[in-house]
């Protein structure tokens, strides 16, 4: 098997969080800190409300701009919802999917997801693929069976360059709890979720998707994480609310 170099890709998650100020002030510190880094793909998430003001901010810089969800139909009669081209038109390149507080309150099944996930590919956009266990389930041992059946149905009959695509592994017990997983029990879920891309896609594809890791993620617990052979970045929630925490955890990954 030859190891592929894999470019480290560090996503900031903001949820339901910042006003249209509140994200040009982060966005223009972030810029400041890191629109000369090239070794590392450095990604905003906004709330859609702050799509636009964040993306005119990044528009001539590296970092590139994601959305949080999408709707799989394109336009059309569905109140409250956005589709692919939607995002594109404001220059977004990555929307996140299947986030665990999207299956968690809103319902969102594999089936869901995996329609959403064709319909981004459709869309020229890169999904960022959320899977993981609660903390029953991990208790239960359950972890490699849930994540895996995450990814087996979400990833069903895709087509377009898979090698694109982002996995984030987000054990539902670490995010914004401060409870991180530990750099061995991460790597253990990335190697066992390389493994089923492997199954599902073929070698190469497995082994050039980029993995994620997220929950909890912080400075301090950033550079450890990342230092692990499948884990290839991060997905950020509250420490990427803060221009400073956010750009160290970037720094880390250089
Ligand atoms: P957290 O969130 O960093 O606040 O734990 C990560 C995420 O949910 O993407």
Redesign the pocket.
């Known amino acids: 098997m030859v190891q592929k170099f894999r470019k480290k890709i560090i996503a900031g998650?903001w949820k339901m969080n910042k006003s249209v100020a509140e994200a040009e002030d982060l966005a223009s510190g972030i810029r400041r800190a890191l629109a000369e880094v090239a070794d590392v793909d450095v990604v905003l998430c906004p709330p859609f409300t702050a799509t636009k003001v964040v993306g005119d901010i990044i528009a001539d810089t590296a970092i590139k701009l994601g959305a949080q969800n999408m709707h799989w139909e394109g336009y059309g009669a569905y109140t409250g919802e956005v589709c692919a081209a939607m995002l594109r038109d404001l220059y977004c390149h990555y929307v996140i999917l299947g986030?665990s507080e999207r299956r968690m309150y809103f319902h969102e099944t594999d089936e869901v997801v995996n329609r959403k996930i064709k319909a981004a590919l459709e869309g020229n956009l890169i999904p960022i693929v959320c899977v993981g266990e609660t903390q029953e389930e991990r208790e239960a041992e359950q972890t490699e069976e849930v994540v895996g059946r995450q990814l087996r149905n979400g990833l069903v009959d895709l087509s377009g360059d898979l090698k694109k695509l982002v996995i984030a592994y987000?054990p539902v017990w670490?995010?914004?709890t401060g409870l991180t997983a530990s750099p061995q029990q991460a790597q253990d879920v990335h190697a066992f979720i390389r493994g089923v891309l492997q199954e599902v896609f073929d070698e190469d594809t497995a082994q050039s998707i980029r993995i994620q890791y997220?929950?909890?993620?912080k400075p301090a617990n950033a550079v450890e994480l990342l230092a692990q052979p499948d884990i290839d970045g991060g997905?950020?929630?509250?420490?990427a609310l803060d221009a400073r925490s956010f750009t160290e955890i970037v720094q880390a990954a250089q």
Not at 214 to 217: N, V
Not at 235 to 239: C, D, K, N, S, V
């Open positions: 998650n986030h987000e670490a995010i914004g997220g929950g909890s993620m997905l950020i929630g509250g420490a």
